[in-house]
T-cell receptor
Framework: GAVVSQHPSRVICKSGTSVKIECRSL??????MFWYRQFPKQSLMLMAT?????????EQGVEKDKFLINHASLTLSTLTVTSAHPEDSSFYIC??????????????????FGEGSRLTVL | LAKTTQPISMDSYEGQEVNITCSHN???????ITWYQQFPSQGPRFIIQ???TKVTNEVASLFIPADRKSSTLSLPRVSLSDTAVYYC?????????FGAGTRLFVKA
């Protein structure tokens, strides 16, 4: 299956600093990527939809100035947590949807997820 | 977006078949039904996807009745390593919203 890679898998930072998390689709092109956050024993919460070459669409309640998303190419989206605080500590996960094309992924809408990035803000 | 409802948790024993049902009463015509598995501190992993009737792959089967308002994920002969959270998602090329999922605990 398709592979989505996230980096870093774990990051610890001091309060007030910014942290960047990368999400790469390794063997397919993704015009759309999604970013989620997940607190312990809770479901994934969609934060934003990242579209290549355009501004991200944020879910209600998610601060776009706090969580900067850049989708500069068809294989890379980045999430930057700016001025991080302890309450931003969470598990961040990205997913990517392959461009519609014939073959295995045609018309399925299947999502491929990264391994997740655990952010701890001290 | 179709909302999904699943049992919060289920217990099973090794070797048993486990069926997890998901309700999605307002599923749209173009929506596919997809199931994901998630282990702690990992991203969700695709299990199976279907549109109608029955789909089977090497790890699971998915049963979808004619009205498509529900679906059942069937895991044959579960093992301890199947302990995870299982999510049912409904959608097609739109943003994907996760429900609460079903926490399956497999006992020895």
């Amino acid at each position: 299956g398709a592979v989505v890679s996230q980096h870093p898998s774990r990051v610890i930072c001091k309060s007030g600093t910014s942290v960047k998390i990368e999400c790469r689709s390794l063997d397919f092109q993704a015009t759309t990527m999604f970013w989620y956050r997940q607190f312990p024993k809770q479901s994934l919460m969609l934060m934003a939809t990242s579209n290549e070459g355009s501004k991200a669409t944020y879910e209600q309640g998610v601060e776009k100035d706090k969580f900067l998303i850049n989708h500069a190419s068809l294989t890379l989206s980045t999430l930057t947590v700016t001025s991080a605080h302890p309450e931003d500590s969470s598990f961040y996960i990205c997913s990517a949807r392959p461009q519609r094309q014939g073959g295995l992924f045609a018309n399925t809408g299947e999502l491929f997820f990264g391994e997740g990035s655990r952010l701890t803000v001290l | 977006l179709a909302k999904t409802t699943q049992p919060i948790s289920m217990d099973s024993y090794e070797g048993q078949e486990v069926n997890i049902t998901c309700s999605h009463n307002n599923i749209a015509t173009n929506d596919y039904i997809t199931w994901y598995q998630q282990f702690p501190s990992q991203g969700p992993r695709f299990i199976i996807q279907g549109y109608k009737t029955k789909v089977t792959n090497e790890v699971a089967s998915l049963f979808i009745p004619a009205d498509r308002k529900s679906s059942t994920l069937s895991l044959p002969r579960v093992s301890l390593s199947d302990t995870a959270v299982y999510y049912c998602l409904v959608g097609f090329f739109f943003k994907t919203i996760f429900g609460a999922g079903t926490r399956l605990f497999v006992k020895a």
